[in-house]
DNA sequence: CGCGCGATTGAGTAATTTCAAATCTAGTGG
DNA sequence: CCACTAGATTTGAAATTACTCAATCGCGCG
Protein backbone atom coordinates (compact mmCIF):
# COMPACT_ATOMS: atom_id res chain seq x y z
CA UNK A 1 0.00 0.00 0.00
CA UNK A 2 1.52 3.32 -0.74
CA UNK A 3 0.29 5.28 1.92
CA UNK A 4 2.18 2.56 4.51
CA UNK A 5 5.36 3.41 2.76
CA UNK A 6 5.11 6.79 2.75
CA UNK A 7 4.20 6.52 6.52
CA UNK A 8 7.59 4.15 7.23
CA UNK A 9 9.55 6.17 5.37
CA UNK A 10 8.58 9.25 7.55
CA UNK A 11 8.88 6.80 10.75
CA UNK A 12 12.14 6.27 11.02
CA UNK A 13 12.77 9.80 11.35
CA UNK A 14 10.17 10.48 13.60
CA UNK A 15 7.18 8.73 15.18
CA UNK A 16 3.46 9.53 13.64
CA UNK A 17 0.33 9.26 15.45
CA UNK A 18 -2.66 8.06 12.98
CA UNK A 19 -3.92 11.61 12.79
CA UNK A 20 -1.10 13.38 12.26
CA UNK A 21 -0.45 10.76 9.39
CA UNK A 22 -3.76 11.71 7.47
CA UNK A 23 -2.81 15.30 8.36
CA UNK A 24 0.36 14.83 6.32
CA UNK A 25 -1.19 12.79 3.58
CA UNK A 26 -3.75 15.15 2.88
CA UNK A 27 -0.91 17.78 1.52
CA UNK A 28 -0.17 14.85 -1.00
CA UNK A 29 -1.48 13.87 -4.09
CA UNK A 30 -1.45 10.81 -5.70
CA UNK A 31 -0.12 9.47 -9.44
CA UNK A 32 0.70 6.96 -11.24
CA UNK A 33 3.08 7.32 -14.58
CA UNK A 34 4.15 5.10 -17.32
CA UNK A 35 8.00 4.85 -18.65
CA UNK A 36 8.95 7.73 -20.48
CA UNK A 37 6.45 10.12 -19.00
CA UNK A 38 7.67 13.29 -18.25
CA UNK A 39 7.09 14.69 -14.55
CA UNK A 40 8.98 18.17 -14.45
CA UNK A 41 9.74 19.65 -18.46
CA UNK A 42 12.65 21.81 -19.14
CA UNK A 43 11.14 25.08 -19.51
CA UNK A 44 7.95 25.13 -17.78
CA UNK A 45 7.47 25.11 -14.28
CA UNK A 46 8.24 22.44 -11.04
CA UNK A 47 5.08 21.98 -9.37
CA UNK A 48 5.48 19.51 -7.29
CA UNK A 49 8.49 17.49 -5.32
CA UNK A 50 8.31 13.98 -5.40
CA UNK A 51 8.18 10.76 -3.51
CA UNK A 52 8.52 7.68 -5.17
CA UNK A 53 6.58 5.01 -3.63
CA UNK A 54 7.72 2.40 -6.82
CA UNK A 55 9.64 2.59 -9.61
CA UNK A 56 12.82 4.81 -11.42
CA UNK A 57 13.02 8.80 -12.35
CA UNK A 58 15.94 10.55 -13.67
CA UNK A 59 16.80 14.09 -13.44
CA UNK A 60 18.20 15.30 -16.57
CA UNK A 61 19.73 18.49 -17.61
CA UNK A 62 20.89 19.17 -21.70
CA UNK A 63 23.80 20.98 -22.44
CA UNK A 64 24.34 24.09 -25.47
CA UNK A 65 24.44 20.63 -27.89
CA UNK A 66 21.09 19.42 -26.40
CA UNK A 67 23.39 16.13 -25.00
CA UNK A 68 21.18 14.80 -22.13
CA UNK A 69 23.32 14.13 -18.73
CA UNK A 70 21.78 12.37 -15.79
CA UNK A 71 22.26 14.51 -12.82
CA UNK A 72 20.11 12.24 -10.12
CA UNK A 73 18.22 8.74 -10.58
CA UNK A 74 15.29 8.52 -8.12
CA UNK A 75 14.31 5.10 -6.94
CA UNK A 76 12.08 3.40 -4.34
CA UNK A 77 12.33 6.05 -1.06
CA UNK A 78 13.91 8.98 -2.66
CA UNK A 79 12.35 12.24 -3.04
CA UNK A 80 13.40 14.52 -6.04
CA UNK A 81 12.63 17.55 -8.05
CA UNK A 82 14.02 20.92 -9.63
CA UNK A 83 14.46 21.94 -6.47
CA UNK A 84 15.81 25.19 -7.50
CA UNK A 85 12.84 25.39 -10.03
CA UNK A 86 10.52 24.25 -7.26
CA UNK A 87 11.15 26.80 -4.68
CA UNK A 88 12.00 29.56 -6.67
CA UNK A 89 9.24 29.33 -8.52
CA UNK A 90 11.53 29.57 -11.97
CA UNK A 91 10.76 27.40 -14.91
CA UNK A 92 12.70 24.18 -15.33
CA UNK A 93 15.83 23.90 -15.90
CA UNK A 94 15.60 20.02 -15.93
CA UNK A 95 13.90 17.53 -16.52
CA UNK A 96 12.48 14.78 -14.00
CA UNK A 97 11.29 11.34 -16.64
CA UNK A 98 10.39 8.03 -15.71
CA UNK A 99 12.87 5.22 -16.78
CA UNK A 100 9.72 2.57 -15.09
CA UNK A 101 6.49 2.83 -14.60
CA UNK A 102 6.12 4.62 -11.23
CA UNK A 103 4.17 5.35 -8.54
CA UNK A 104 4.83 8.90 -6.46
CA UNK A 105 3.18 10.90 -3.72
CA UNK A 106 3.33 14.90 -5.28
CA UNK A 107 3.13 18.10 -3.19
CA UNK A 108 2.95 21.07 -3.78
CA UNK A 109 4.78 24.39 -2.51
CA UNK A 110 1.84 26.46 -0.90
CA UNK A 111 1.32 22.59 0.79
CA UNK A 112 4.68 22.00 1.86
CA UNK A 113 4.62 25.19 3.48
CA UNK A 114 1.60 24.53 4.91
CA UNK A 115 2.51 21.55 6.34
CA UNK A 116 5.66 22.51 7.84
CA UNK A 117 2.82 25.22 9.53
CA UNK A 118 0.45 22.49 10.77
CA UNK A 119 2.77 20.12 11.87
CA UNK A 120 6.42 21.31 13.09
CA UNK A 121 8.00 17.87 13.67
CA UNK A 122 7.60 17.34 9.74
CA UNK A 123 9.77 20.20 9.55
CA UNK A 124 12.85 17.95 11.36
CA UNK A 125 11.77 15.02 9.06
CA UNK A 126 12.61 17.49 5.91
CA UNK A 127 15.71 19.48 7.60
CA UNK A 128 17.24 15.32 8.13
CA UNK A 129 15.86 14.26 4.22
CA UNK A 130 17.76 17.53 3.24
CA UNK A 131 21.09 16.95 4.76
CA UNK A 132 21.36 13.55 3.83
CA UNK A 133 20.57 15.18 0.01
CA UNK A 134 23.19 18.08 0.68
CA UNK A 135 25.30 15.37 1.77
CA UNK A 136 25.17 12.78 -0.86
CA UNK A 137 25.58 15.86 -3.27
CA UNK A 138 28.67 16.60 -1.98
CA UNK A 139 30.02 13.14 -2.02
CA UNK A 140 29.24 13.10 -5.73
CA UNK A 141 31.15 16.51 -6.16
CA UNK A 142 34.24 14.60 -4.61
CA UNK A 143 34.12 11.40 -6.63
CA UNK A 144 34.13 13.70 -9.68
CA UNK A 145 37.54 15.91 -8.55
CA UNK A 146 39.23 12.50 -6.80
CA UNK A 147 38.13 9.51 -8.59
CA UNK A 148 38.59 8.30 -12.26
CA UNK A 149 35.57 7.36 -13.85
CA UNK A 150 36.54 3.83 -13.69
CA UNK A 151 36.64 4.16 -9.84
CA UNK A 152 33.33 6.55 -9.77
CA UNK A 153 31.71 3.43 -11.72
CA UNK A 154 32.86 0.70 -9.08
CA UNK A 155 31.52 3.36 -6.49
CA UNK A 156 28.42 2.79 -7.88
CA UNK A 157 27.52 -0.55 -8.36
CA UNK A 158 28.48 -0.85 -5.38
CA UNK A 159 26.53 1.21 -3.66
CA UNK A 160 23.41 1.14 -5.90
CA UNK A 161 24.05 -2.77 -7.61
CA UNK A 162 20.14 -3.38 -8.80
CA UNK A 163 20.51 0.19 -10.69
CA UNK A 164 22.47 -1.86 -13.44
CA UNK A 165 19.94 -4.39 -13.89
CA UNK A 166 17.09 -1.40 -14.46
CA UNK A 167 18.59 1.11 -16.81
CA UNK A 168 20.48 0.76 -19.76
CA UNK A 169 24.52 1.11 -19.78
CA UNK A 170 24.37 4.14 -21.24
CA UNK A 171 22.94 6.10 -18.90
CA UNK A 172 25.07 4.80 -16.34
CA UNK A 173 27.85 6.41 -18.53
CA UNK A 174 25.88 9.66 -18.89
CA UNK A 175 25.55 9.73 -14.75
CA UNK A 176 29.08 9.25 -14.28
CA UNK A 177 29.80 12.17 -16.94
CA UNK A 178 32.04 9.60 -19.30
CA UNK A 179 30.87 8.50 -22.63
CA UNK A 180 29.34 4.76 -23.52
CA UNK A 181 32.07 3.62 -25.48
CA UNK A 182 34.47 4.80 -23.13
CA UNK A 183 32.47 3.51 -20.07
CA UNK A 184 32.56 0.06 -22.51
CA UNK A 185 36.39 0.25 -22.58
CA UNK A 186 36.52 0.78 -18.57
CA UNK A 187 34.10 -2.00 -17.68
CA UNK A 188 35.80 -4.46 -20.09
CA UNK B 1 30.05 42.79 15.45
CA UNK B 2 29.96 39.37 15.14
CA UNK B 3 26.92 39.19 16.77
CA UNK B 4 25.01 41.36 14.64
CA UNK B 5 25.96 39.58 11.63
CA UNK B 6 24.65 36.01 13.13
CA UNK B 7 21.25 37.63 13.65
CA UNK B 8 20.64 40.00 10.38
CA UNK B 9 21.96 36.65 8.79
CA UNK B 10 19.06 34.74 10.57
CA UNK B 11 16.87 37.05 10.52
CA UNK B 12 16.44 37.31 6.44
CA UNK B 13 14.38 34.20 6.80
CA UNK B 14 13.25 34.51 10.29
CA UNK B 15 12.44 37.53 12.41
CA UNK B 16 13.67 36.63 15.90
CA UNK B 17 13.14 38.80 19.13
CA UNK B 18 16.25 39.60 21.53
CA UNK B 19 15.41 36.88 23.92
CA UNK B 20 15.00 34.43 20.80
CA UNK B 21 18.12 35.67 19.42
CA UNK B 22 20.27 35.31 22.85
CA UNK B 23 18.87 31.57 23.25
CA UNK B 24 20.27 31.30 19.67
CA UNK B 25 23.47 32.84 20.82
CA UNK B 26 23.72 31.44 23.92
CA UNK B 27 24.44 27.46 21.89
CA UNK B 28 27.31 28.58 19.67
CA UNK B 29 30.71 29.16 20.51
CA UNK B 30 32.98 32.15 19.02
CA UNK B 31 36.53 31.38 18.03
CA UNK B 32 39.24 33.87 15.59
CA UNK B 33 41.86 31.61 13.98
CA UNK B 34 44.70 32.86 11.97
CA UNK B 35 45.56 32.38 8.04
CA UNK B 36 46.49 27.93 7.83
CA UNK B 37 44.52 27.24 11.05
CA UNK B 38 42.71 24.13 10.57
CA UNK B 39 39.35 23.71 11.74
CA UNK B 40 38.69 20.37 10.79
CA UNK B 41 41.29 17.71 10.52
CA UNK B 42 41.12 14.89 8.24
CA UNK B 43 41.05 11.76 10.45
CA UNK B 44 39.57 13.80 13.76
CA UNK B 45 35.93 14.35 14.71
CA UNK B 46 34.22 17.00 13.25
CA UNK B 47 33.34 18.52 15.98
CA UNK B 48 31.07 21.65 14.56
CA UNK B 49 29.28 23.35 12.23
CA UNK B 50 30.65 26.82 11.50
CA UNK B 51 29.22 30.03 10.01
CA UNK B 52 31.84 32.26 8.98
CA UNK B 53 31.46 35.84 10.45
CA UNK B 54 34.81 36.89 8.24
CA UNK B 55 37.59 35.06 6.51
CA UNK B 56 37.91 32.50 4.04
CA UNK B 57 37.53 28.52 4.43
CA UNK B 58 38.15 25.89 1.98
CA UNK B 59 36.85 22.44 2.64
CA UNK B 60 39.66 19.79 1.29
CA UNK B 61 39.62 15.99 0.45
CA UNK B 62 43.00 14.62 -0.64
CA UNK B 63 43.04 11.82 -3.08
CA UNK B 64 44.70 7.71 -3.06
CA UNK B 65 47.87 9.94 -4.31
CA UNK B 66 48.13 13.03 -1.45
CA UNK B 67 46.95 15.05 -3.98
CA UNK B 68 44.61 18.07 -2.66
CA UNK B 69 41.08 18.66 -3.99
CA UNK B 70 38.82 21.81 -3.30
CA UNK B 71 35.13 20.60 -2.68
CA UNK B 72 33.91 24.03 -0.93
CA UNK B 73 35.22 27.30 -0.68
CA UNK B 74 33.41 29.23 2.60
CA UNK B 75 33.39 32.86 2.76
CA UNK B 76 31.26 35.23 4.77
CA UNK B 77 27.69 34.06 5.81
CA UNK B 78 28.74 30.46 5.00
CA UNK B 79 27.49 27.83 6.74
CA UNK B 80 30.37 24.67 6.50
CA UNK B 81 31.52 21.46 7.67
CA UNK B 82 32.28 18.02 6.57
CA UNK B 83 28.89 17.37 7.15
CA UNK B 84 28.76 13.78 6.84
CA UNK B 85 30.97 13.65 9.79
CA UNK B 86 29.63 16.19 12.23
CA UNK B 87 26.11 14.01 11.74
CA UNK B 88 27.26 10.72 11.60
CA UNK B 89 29.85 11.28 14.30
CA UNK B 90 32.20 9.63 11.98
CA UNK B 91 36.01 10.73 11.50
CA UNK B 92 36.15 13.83 9.24
CA UNK B 93 37.23 12.70 5.88
CA UNK B 94 37.94 16.46 4.79
CA UNK B 95 39.65 19.19 6.50
CA UNK B 96 38.26 22.68 6.39
CA UNK B 97 41.26 25.28 7.07
CA UNK B 98 41.44 28.70 6.81
CA UNK B 99 42.53 30.61 4.25
CA UNK B 100 42.63 33.96 5.58
CA UNK B 101 42.29 35.12 9.23
CA UNK B 102 39.07 33.89 9.94
CA UNK B 103 36.17 34.43 12.87
CA UNK B 104 33.44 31.74 13.15
CA UNK B 105 30.79 31.21 15.45
CA UNK B 106 30.60 27.07 16.14
CA UNK B 107 27.96 25.08 17.10
CA UNK B 108 27.96 21.24 17.96
CA UNK B 109 25.44 18.68 17.17
CA UNK B 110 24.04 18.19 20.96
CA UNK B 111 23.52 21.85 20.66
CA UNK B 112 22.56 22.07 17.51
CA UNK B 113 19.51 19.61 18.13
CA UNK B 114 18.92 21.43 21.65
CA UNK B 115 18.55 24.66 19.54
CA UNK B 116 16.14 22.98 17.16
CA UNK B 117 14.00 21.36 20.25
CA UNK B 118 14.30 24.88 22.20
CA UNK B 119 12.97 26.96 19.15
CA UNK B 120 11.37 24.71 16.15
CA UNK B 121 11.33 27.98 13.67
CA UNK B 122 15.09 27.86 14.01
CA UNK B 123 14.09 24.37 12.19
CA UNK B 124 12.73 26.11 9.26
CA UNK B 125 15.43 28.37 8.99
CA UNK B 126 17.74 25.35 8.66
CA UNK B 127 15.86 23.75 6.19
CA UNK B 128 16.04 26.79 4.25
CA UNK B 129 19.38 26.34 4.16
CA UNK B 130 19.92 22.91 3.36
CA UNK B 131 17.74 23.27 0.69
CA UNK B 132 19.99 25.86 -0.74
CA UNK B 133 23.25 23.93 0.41
CA UNK B 134 21.71 21.19 -1.69
CA UNK B 135 20.41 23.18 -4.70
CA UNK B 136 24.16 24.85 -4.56
CA UNK B 137 26.10 21.35 -4.62
CA UNK B 138 23.57 20.16 -7.51
CA UNK B 139 24.37 23.08 -9.78
CA UNK B 140 28.16 22.05 -9.31
CA UNK B 141 27.56 18.32 -9.83
CA UNK B 142 25.73 20.22 -12.99
CA UNK B 143 28.32 22.04 -14.32
CA UNK B 144 31.09 18.52 -14.03
CA UNK B 145 28.33 17.14 -16.70
CA UNK B 146 27.40 20.14 -19.05
CA UNK B 147 30.15 22.59 -18.76
CA UNK B 148 33.89 22.51 -19.86
CA UNK B 149 36.75 23.75 -17.55
CA UNK B 150 36.40 27.11 -19.31
CA UNK B 151 32.88 27.67 -18.70
CA UNK B 152 33.14 26.26 -15.08
CA UNK B 153 35.98 29.02 -14.80
CA UNK B 154 33.78 32.26 -16.78
CA UNK B 155 30.87 30.70 -13.81
CA UNK B 156 32.94 30.96 -10.93
CA UNK B 157 34.77 34.13 -12.30
CA UNK B 158 31.18 35.65 -12.42
CA UNK B 159 29.26 34.24 -9.13
CA UNK B 160 32.02 34.99 -7.31
CA UNK B 161 34.56 37.78 -8.32
CA UNK B 162 36.03 38.73 -5.10
CA UNK B 163 37.00 34.91 -4.74
CA UNK B 164 39.76 35.92 -7.70
CA UNK B 165 41.26 38.67 -5.70
CA UNK B 166 41.64 36.28 -2.53
CA UNK B 167 42.80 32.90 -3.48
CA UNK B 168 46.06 31.92 -5.54
CA UNK B 169 44.97 30.34 -9.33
CA UNK B 170 45.95 27.19 -7.93
CA UNK B 171 43.69 27.31 -6.25
CA UNK B 172 40.67 27.71 -8.30
CA UNK B 173 42.46 25.47 -10.41
CA UNK B 174 41.77 22.56 -7.90
CA UNK B 175 37.80 23.56 -7.20
CA UNK B 176 37.40 23.72 -10.63
CA UNK B 177 38.78 20.00 -11.04
CA UNK B 178 41.60 20.67 -13.89
CA UNK B 179 45.61 21.01 -13.08
CA UNK B 180 47.07 24.45 -12.46
CA UNK B 181 48.82 24.53 -15.84
CA UNK B 182 45.49 23.74 -17.74
CA UNK B 183 43.97 26.66 -15.99
CA UNK B 184 46.51 28.79 -16.78
CA UNK B 185 46.51 27.75 -21.09
CA UNK B 186 42.31 28.54 -20.62
CA UNK B 187 42.49 32.05 -19.04
CA UNK B 188 45.71 33.24 -21.80
C1' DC C 1 12.58 -12.95 -40.06
C1' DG C 2 14.02 -8.36 -39.68
C1' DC C 3 13.99 -4.06 -37.30
C1' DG C 4 15.68 -1.14 -33.63
C1' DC C 5 18.09 -0.30 -29.66
C1' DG C 6 22.00 -1.03 -26.96
C1' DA C 7 26.77 -2.47 -26.53
C1' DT C 8 31.22 -3.08 -28.32
C1' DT C 9 35.32 -2.26 -31.09
C1' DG C 10 38.56 0.38 -34.05
C1' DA C 11 40.91 4.47 -35.72
C1' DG C 12 41.86 9.11 -35.72
C1' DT C 13 41.53 13.49 -33.23
C1' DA C 14 41.21 16.64 -29.43
C1' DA C 15 41.93 17.76 -24.75
C1' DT C 16 44.27 17.22 -20.42
C1' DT C 17 47.88 15.58 -17.67
C1' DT C 18 52.55 15.15 -16.23
C1' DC C 19 57.13 16.54 -15.79
C1' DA C 20 60.48 20.03 -16.36
C1' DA C 21 62.12 24.52 -16.74
C1' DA C 22 61.71 29.38 -16.85
C1' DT C 23 59.54 33.50 -15.18
C1' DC C 24 57.23 36.37 -12.11
C1' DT C 25 55.71 38.18 -7.45
C1' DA C 26 55.17 39.18 -2.72
C1' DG C 27 56.91 39.06 1.64
C1' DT C 28 61.19 38.74 4.80
C1' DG C 29 65.27 39.87 6.87
C1' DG C 30 69.42 42.42 6.56
C1' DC D 1 65.47 50.20 0.62
C1' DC D 2 67.37 46.24 -1.55
C1' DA D 3 68.39 41.45 -2.18
C1' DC D 4 66.77 37.11 -1.56
C1' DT D 5 63.77 33.29 -1.29
C1' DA D 6 59.55 30.66 -1.42
C1' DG D 7 55.56 30.30 -3.64
C1' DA D 8 52.81 31.12 -7.70
C1' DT D 9 52.33 31.27 -12.60
C1' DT D 10 53.46 30.41 -17.17
C1' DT D 11 55.32 27.84 -21.03
C1' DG D 12 57.00 23.77 -23.56
C1' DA D 13 56.92 19.00 -25.02
C1' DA D 14 55.71 14.25 -24.49
C1' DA D 15 52.51 10.94 -22.88
C1' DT D 16 48.06 9.70 -21.54
C1' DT D 17 43.25 9.72 -21.67
C1' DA D 18 38.82 10.51 -23.45
C1' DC D 19 36.16 11.91 -27.26
C1' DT D 20 33.99 11.49 -31.85
C1' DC D 21 32.64 9.05 -35.77
C1' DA D 22 31.89 4.82 -37.92
C1' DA D 23 31.16 0.08 -38.32
C1' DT D 24 29.85 -4.20 -36.28
C1' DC D 25 27.70 -7.29 -33.15
C1' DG D 26 23.89 -9.06 -30.17
C1' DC D 27 19.44 -9.50 -28.60
C1' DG D 28 14.54 -8.98 -27.81
C1' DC D 29 10.11 -7.94 -29.78
C1' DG D 30 6.68 -7.25 -33.17
Chains 1, 2 share one sequence.
Not at 66 to 95: L, P
Not at 117 to 144: C, D, M, T, W, Y
Amino acid sequence: MPETILRQHIEKIIPLTDDEFSLVLSHFTFEKHNKRDFLIRKGQAAKYVYFVVSGLLQLVSDDDKGKQHIVAFAMEDWWESDYFAFFSGNKATMSLQCLEDTVVFCITLSNYNALCAALPKIEHFLLVKSNNGHIAAQQRILSFLTSTAKQRYDQLLKRYPSLFQRVPKKLIASYLGVSRETLSRLIS
